[in-house]
């Protein structure tokens, strides 16, 4: 019976504790490889100030800068964006829209996480060519080749306007993005703005765990009193906010089980116990000081909860691989439109961690009982004997 709660419960932590790091680990990389890149390089108060003034903060060299940091280890892309609002026209309606300038090419490659709903991405001869975000195509009723006409503030404060052709309207993880947000190419965008710079740069890596490295040696070698460097989380406020809620409710919920454990595991030690103690007195008339039994009991206990954690681990881990096989259909996240497969991930912190909640509790169950059993005189305790 105590191994039974022990191994149920390991093998729980396991597989909520996988799932949570799935979910983790799919909204981090729909973030990157939707919106923000692996790090962003901006002038110097782009990040705080740009919104209001966005063509004070442009980045003349961007181009010399992205070639030069597309030679850093880990650096699959270095991509020049330009961001803007304005008025996208139908021909009988306008919509604010926010927009961004891009190099199709490298885009394409850091978009996995974009799809492409109807329509096509946008390619590198794409001239006057424009992909919109779903909410945008449903409230202007557009679709792939009609057309529609941008209106934008150039940075001399005059206004400027291109025509452009829908090829493709697209679906991010974002609701509210896909609400507002165009893209056309680089070139169209800095003719519509009547400029050669760039707002940012955005890097593309073979790893997301390597985007720390790349942001410190990119620091290193931009001035901190021109450039500032961001990586995608200090960007994804959704994705921080969505991690802290998620880590609290999966720290409840490993007390939950935790207290669980313990209860069940309390009551089969408790019985078994109490069916040995005329063992425990026939030890402590043998002249086995009270502190051996106590000993002994947890040292038992702790076994136990060792082999139980490990069989835990065993079942847990091979559940994990059954579910994969299938996957877990999964209802769109809040602000966002789509729903996604969820998994159940070996995280070896999540092994770790289920490890020493199944040793922990068989021990804790066990303290109490092992002193009532410590306390009791031998001579009650070898009554139990007859």
């Known amino acids: 019976m105590t191994l039974l709660a022990i191994l149920l419960g390991v093998a729980g932590i396991i597989l909520s504790g996988g799932f949570v790091e799935d979910i983790f680990v799919q909204l981090r990389e729909s973030t990157i490889h939707s919106q923000l890149g692996h790090l962003q390089v901006y002038k110097k108060g782009y990040y705080e100030h740009g919104r209001r003034q966005p063509y004070e903060y442009m980045i003349a060299s961007a181009s010399d800068l992205a070639a030069k940091f597309g030679t850093f280890q880990h650096v699959k892309d270095v991509m020049m964006r330009i961001n803007f609002s304005g008025l996208l026209n139908n021909g009988h309606t306008d919509h604010q829209i926010i927009g961004e300038g891009i190099e199709p090419a490298k885009e394409a490659r850091l978009g996995s996480s974009i799809s492409i709903i109807a329509g096509r991405q946008l390619n590198a001869d794409d001239q006057y060519a424009i992909v919109v975000g779903e909410g945008v195509a449903r409230s202007l009723r557009l679709k792939p080749n009609d057309y529609a006409t941008l209106l934008v503030n150039t940075p001399e404060a005059g206004l400027n306007s291109l025509e452009f052709r829908i090829v493709g309207v697209f679906q991010t993880f974002s609701k509210d993005y896909d609400a507002r947000a165009v893209r056309i190419p680089l070139a169209a965008a800095q003719e519509l703005l009547v400029t050669d710079h760039a707002h940012s740069l955005v890097f593309s890596l073979d790893d997301s765990s390597s985007t720390a490295s790349v942001v410190d040696q990119v620091k290193a070698i931009l001035p901190a009193d021109v450039y500032e460097v961001f990586a995608w989380n200090e960007l994804a406020e959704f994705y921080r906010k969505a991690v802290d809620l998620y880590r609290r409710q999966f720290g409840v919920l490993e007390l939950i089980i935790l207290v669980m454990v313990m209860l069940s595991v309390a009551n089969s030690v408790n019985m078994a116990i109490y069916e040995r103690m005329g063992e425990y007195g026939t030890l402590m008339a043998l002249g086995s000081y009270r502190s051996?039994?106590?000993?002994?009991?947890?040292?038992?206990?702790?076994?136990?909860?060792?082999?139980?954690?490990?069989?835990?681990?065993?079942?847990?881990?091979?559940?994990?691989?059954?579910?994969?096989?299938?996957?877990?259909?999964?209802?769109?996240?809040?602000?966002?439109?789509?729903?996604?497969?969820?998994?159940?991930?070996?995280?070896?912190?999540?092994?770790?961690k289920g490890l020493l909640v199944g040793i922990v509790a068989a021990v804790l169950a066990a303290i109490l009982p092992a002193r009532r059993v410590a306390k009791t005189p031998i001579v009650d305790a070898l009554r139990e004997n007859v």
């Open 292 to 352: 051996d039994v106590f000993r002994l009991i947890l040292i038992e206990n702790a076994l136990l909860g060792l082999l139980g954690a490990v069989l835990g681990i065993t079942i847990g881990v091979s559940m994990s691989a059954i579910i994969n096989q299938i996957g877990i259909p999964m209802p769109p996240p809040p602000n966002s439109n789509t729903g996604y497969t969820a998994f159940i991930r070996i995280v070896p912190s999540v092994l770790e």
